[in-house]
C-alpha cells in the first residue's frame, strides 16, 4: 500500500477492516485509491452531518454554552460507509460544554 499512496501524489488510503461473512480480495492500487477517496469523502459528509446538528442543538438551548467539545470516532467500511464505532461497549458520543460567566461590570 505504501507504493501506491507514492505514486498517487497524496493520495490518502484507508485499512479497511474485514467484514463478518464476506471474503476480503486484493484490490488494485488504482481500485483502493477510488475506494478510500469515496471512504474519505462519505467521513467527511458524516463529520459535517454531526457538526450540523450539534450546532443546531446547541442554538436551541437558553443559554448557549461559550464552548463545546464532541468526541466521536467513525470507521470506514469496505463498502465506503461510515459507522460511528463503538465505545465501552456502545455507539458513543461524548459531550463537554462550558459556560463562561461574564463579571459584572463594577461601575464608579
Known amino acids: 500500500m505504501t ?32 475506494r478510500s477517496s469515496e471512504a474519505l469523502d462519505n467521513a467527511m459528509a458524516a463529520i459535517q452531518q454531526m457538526a450540523g446538528r450539534i450546532s ?12 463545546v467539545e464532541v468526541t ?16 465501552g461497549g456502545e455507539a458513543s458520543l461524548n459531550v463537554k460544554m462550558t459556560w463562561q460567566i461574564a463579571e459584572p461590570a463594577h461601575g464608579h
Open 3 to 34: 507504493s501506491a499512496a507514492g505514486r498517487q501524489h497524496g493520495a490518502v488510503l484507508v485499512e479497511f477492516a474485514p467484514t463478518a461473512g464476506l471474503q476480503q480480495v486484493a484490490l488494485s492500487p488504482a481500485d483502493l485509491v477510488e
Open 56 to 67: 443546531g442543538a446547541i442554538e436551541g438551548l437558553a443559554q448557549r454554552p461559550s464552548g
Open 72 to 87: 466521536f470516532g467513525l470507521k470506514l467500511t469496505a463498502s465506503a460507509d461510515v459507522l460511528i464505532v463503538k465505545g
